[in-house]
């Protein structure tokens, strides 16, 4: 415990100084300090933390934004291949311009969860002209033991809230 006012002492004597020390010539430039990535973001393939969820979403049975339709679902498509699993969903409005497009890669998934990174496109829902794009890493969850998969990300693009739900096999 007695180290404590030392150490204070030192930072305060450290930060009183009002000249910063002369620079050294040919000494090598300072690092910055990095992390490593998340584990969900690191190398090549997809996380699988649990297979039976894996296999789940790999049965996946459309994809809805609410702002087009909870009772006409839009497509989904979900392959593992060489470890990576990589789902490309689209909804189209049916009788309008609205889209939804979701592509790319599950970096992770879980129990009730995965990771995908990847692009959501959603254009002229739920009004004509609207139009956001994020190419990034997104989270689906479960919750409430609902059939779908849910972006936790809500607000993420003009402050409306856009529910993008991927379902699973056998859910409607």
């Not at 970096?107 to 009730?112: A, K, L, T, V």
């Amino acid at each position: 415990m007695r180290q404590w006012p030392l150490l204070a002492a030192l930072l305060l004597g450290a930060c009183a100084t009002s000249q910063a020390p002369a620079p050294v010539e040919n000494a090598p430039m300072p690092t910055p300090a990095t992390s490593p990535p998340p584990a969900s973001v690191a190398g090549p393939g997809t996380r699988i933390i649990d297979r039976a969820a894996a296999d789940r979403l790999l049965a996946a049975d459309g994809a809805t934004l609410q702002w087009i339709s909870w009772d006409r679902r839009g497509t989904v498509r979900v392959v593992e291949q060489g470890g990576t699993i990589r789902l490309d969903a689209a909804q189209d409005q049916p009788a309008g311009p609205g889209r939804l497009s979701v592509s790319g890669v599950v970096r992770e998934i879980g129990s009730d969860y995965f990771i995908l990174d990847g692009t959501i496109r959603i254009t002229d829902a739920p009004d004509p002209g609207r139009r956001c794009e994020a190419d990034k890493l997104w989270h689906f969850a479960v919750t409430q033991n609902r059939p779908y998969w849910r972006l936790r990300e809500f607000e993420w693009c003009d402050g409306l809230t856009d529910y993008v739900d991927i379902y699973m096999a056998g859910t409607g």
